[in-house]
Nanobody, 128 residues
Framework: QVQLVETGGGLVQPGGSLRLSCAAS?????????????MGWFRQAPGKEREFVAG????????YYEVSVKGRFFISRDNGENMVYLQMNSLKPDDTAIYYC????????????????WGQGTQVTVSS
């Protein structure tokens, strides 16, 4: 069983920045290896479906962004610490949502939102 825990959400003014963190761990001994898992961030705004925001492959070499966040959000990972991050800059009210960390060994499934692992979410509110 893999646990993903997000932190770093909060209230920020338009134009501000936030950094979300996601820590991966296991409850029991297993052959889970964080560095084998592609990781991503999703978000769900009130009344809307959950959507893909950003993804990074297992090595950290390749990343992919949803169009509306490209150039403002940056995903990174630290395989030594089992962590993935989402740096969010130039935030807009439309970025308000619950942000979820997710992981999957299959890149296609990650981007499609059909993931093996999900966090519980952290609220990001962009408002003046």
């Amino acid at each position: 069983q893999v646990q993903l825990v997000e932190t770093g959400g909060g209230l920020v003014q338009p134009g501000g920045s936030l950094r979300l963190s996601c820590a991966a761990s296991t409850y029991t001994f297993s052959d889970f290896s964080f560095s084998d898992i592609n990781m991503g961030w999703f978000r769900q705004a009130p009344g809307k479906e959950r959507e893909f925001v950003a993804g990074i492959d297992w090595s950290g070499t390749n990343s992919y962004y949803e169009v509306s966040v490209k150039g403002r959000f940056f995903i990174s990972r630290d395989n030594g610490e089992n962590m993935v991050y989402l740096q969010m800059n130039s935030l807009k009210p439309d970025d308000t949502a619950i942000y979820y960390c997710a992981g999957d060994s299959n890149w296609g499934q990650l981007v499609a939102g059909v993931n093996d692992y999900w966090g519980q979410g952290t609220q990001v509110t962009v408002s003046s």
